[in-house]
């Protein structure tokens, strides 16, 4: 399948261009449909496949301008992928000019709550550094529609199942969700199950 073949917003479709991207992956292919008609899902994808797109293109295609808060929240475990994300939403936004934001740690706070006071569409945080800007009050997560969980496997690695639970109490109820792991062991299935009853499970898809 063809990017072309989405119906996605011209500035989306621009930007694939001048990102010479044509053909879609197999896990984009899976899922950048059903996320595109509002389904939530957990997906089993190796690194490499092509998640970022995956997510980041619905993302963009369902902001609205009507709102100064964040309407998608995207967590990651490190802040190496809160930057790469950050950058492929980018340049995927460059002719929707959206704003993304990137919340991570070992950078300043005091920075970050400066600038969560520009209009900002996208969030990208990793999880530790989240929690701490919704304990300081200087995030406003009421306008999400939308959460990705990326690399869940890897958050629960790394000793974020608590701070994740903390977070995820207190977005509002009813959030599109995406969540994708490379592998995934009974604890992470029945973690993401439980909370995201909703979503439909997909397994992993085959590589070209
Ligand atoms: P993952 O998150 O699954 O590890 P990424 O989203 O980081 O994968 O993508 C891996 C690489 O594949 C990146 O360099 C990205 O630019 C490239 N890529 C993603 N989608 C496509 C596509 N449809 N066609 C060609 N290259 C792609
Ligand atoms: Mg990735």
Redesign the pocket.
């Known amino acids: 399948m063809k990017f072309q073949e989405l119906s996605l917003a011209a500035p989306l479709q621009k930007a694939l261009v001048r990102m010479q ?5 197999p896990i ?1 292919e899976s899922v950048i449909p059903r996320l595109l008609q509002g389904e939530s899902l957990i997906a089993q ?1 190796m ?7 995956a997510y980041a293109l619905p993302i963009l295609q369902h902001i609205t301008f009507d709102s100064l808060y964040p309407q998608a929240l995207i967590l990651v475990p490190t802040r190496e992928l809160a930057q ?1 994300v950050t950058q492929t939403l980018d340049a995927l936004g460059l002719f929707l000019h959206t704003h993304h934001q990137m919340l991570v740690g070992k950078q300043s706070f005091a920075f970050q709550r400066e600038d969560m006071k520009q209009r900002t569409h996208v969030l990208v945080a990793t999880p530790g550094r989240l929690l701490q800007h919704i304990h300081e009050g200087t995030v406003h997560l009421e306008c999400l529609s939308m959460l990705v969980l990326d690399e869940a496997d890897e958050m629960f690695r790394l000793g974020f199942r608590s701070t994740l639970d903390k977070i995820l109490a207190q977005l509002p109820a009813g959030l599109q969700c995406a969540c994708f792991s490379a592998t995934f062991p009974s604890t992470i299935r029945r973690y993401l199950s439980e909370r995201f009853p909703f979503a439909q499970f997909l397994e992993q898809q085959e590589q070209e």
């Open positions: 991207y044509e053909t879609l992956t984009q994808s690194t490499g496949s092509g998640k970022t797109l790469q």
